[in-house]
């Protein structure tokens, strides 16, 4: 009964096989690989417009290479007081950017509003001595498993963009968002404003696999650049693309993350059926219910792996746990979890 990331499962079978039917013979090194220029041809059918694809090793790499493309002195960068990229990422984006400064709006279940946006931008005036909005980046699903709509996506957008600012998306679970929403993939990002998104695949079954793709290249510079000097440009790039290339096969990513979608939404309904609330919507991959201290130990006593995340919420002697289903989640681990949840 492993809960404790998407992270923690390998990769699906159609990746693995693609990697391996792509081991043969030899190949340009550097992304000039006739794989790496189908994969990047895909990308552009998936997405319509005519895009630059840049592949990196990981999420934190897209994300603050995003940043850095459009970084400026004294920059700040608008996201919610749950992304990753302000929280988990070790300050990294400050780093690659030369000491832009993330900056928390107020957030409500994982997602900012587009007038709490505008309220904290005004804070920052032309001219203010305590920096330029520089960026707004919104995480999509976001770690609080809740989904921005495309309507949410443009409104934000357009508070950024009244005052010049770069739009990036954090996918690190595009496919999850996409599904649930069940709208094209253009229509959650570049035809809602989106500039820059960081694609990802790793959770969703790849090993590791992850792209910048760049909406607004006027708005972005100098990203091949960058992603070089900060190592992630792959000499044997075309085993990333032998991981999309299985991803993208018969709508396999979509697959993938519908299946655990549906687990997590199997989960959060057995859960509450049992009288435990739920600290947020259940509308992607991840699920917090409000467990006692005594299901908790009962659960990690069979075998549970999962993490307490009290920042989600308390209720009286119940703390929130976070649950997170892969696409390789079994329907008897998730039905198992609710029986011994139910005590």
Not at 75 to 91: F, K, N, P, R
Not at 116 to 143: W, Y
Not at 193 to 198: A, E, K, Q, R, W
Not at 325 to 340: C, K
Request: proline share 5%; net charge negative; aromatic share 8%.
């Amino acid at each position: 009964m492993i809960f404790a990331s998407d992270n923690w499962a390998g990769a699906s079978q159609p990746v693995i096989d693609a990697m391996i039917r792509h081991n043969t013979g030899t190949a340009p090194a550097y992304g000039t690989d006739p794989l790496t220029e189908r994969v990047t041809a895909r990308f552009r059918e998936i997405f319509e417009p005519h895009v630059p694809v840049l592949f990196t090793a990981t999420g934190t790499g897209a994300n603050v290479l995003s940043m850095a493309g459009c970084a400026r002195p004294a920059g700040l960068v608008m996201t919610s007081g749950t992304a990753h990229i302000l929280c988990d990422e070790w300050g990294a984006a400050e780093f690659h950017t030369n000491g832009m400064k993330l900056v928390s709006v107020a957030t409500r279940h994982g997602k900012i509003a587009a007038g709490d946006l505008a309220a904290e931008i005004e804070k920052h005036p032309e001219g203010s001595r305590f920096g330029v909005p520089v960026a707004l980046s919104l995480t999509q699903a976001s770690e609080c498993g809740t989904v921005y709509t495309p309507a949410e996506v443009a409104a934000l957008s357009a508070a950024a963009k009244a005052r010049g600012m770069v739009s990036h998306m954090d996918g690190a679970r595009f496919a999850n968002a996409l599904v649930h929403l069940g709208c094209t993939p253009a229509e959650m990002t570049w035809k809602a404003g989106i500039d820059i998104l960081s694609f990802g695949a790793t959770k969703n079954g790849c090993w590791c696999a992850e792209a910048m793709v760049v909406f607004n290249p006027d708005c972005v510079r100098d990203l091949a650049t960058l992603r070089a000097r900060a190592g992630h440009l792959f000499s044997k790039s075309r085993f990333v693309a032998a991981q999309f290339d299985g991803y993208f096969g018969d709508g396999h990513w979509l697959d993938l993350a519908r299946h655990a979608n549906a687990m997590a939404r199997r989960l959060a309904d057995g859960l509450a059926a049992a009288g435990n609330k739920l600290a947020y919507p259940v509308e992607a991959n991840e699920v917090f219910p409000l467990l006692d201290p005594a299901t908790i130990a009962r659960l990690r006593a069979a075998g549970a792996a999962f993490y307490e995340w009290p920042e989600a919420g308390r209720d009286e002697n119940r703390v929130a746990v976070r649950l997170v289903t892969s696409f390789a989640t079994p329907e008897a681990d998730v039905d198992r979890f609710v029986e011994i949840a139910g005590g």
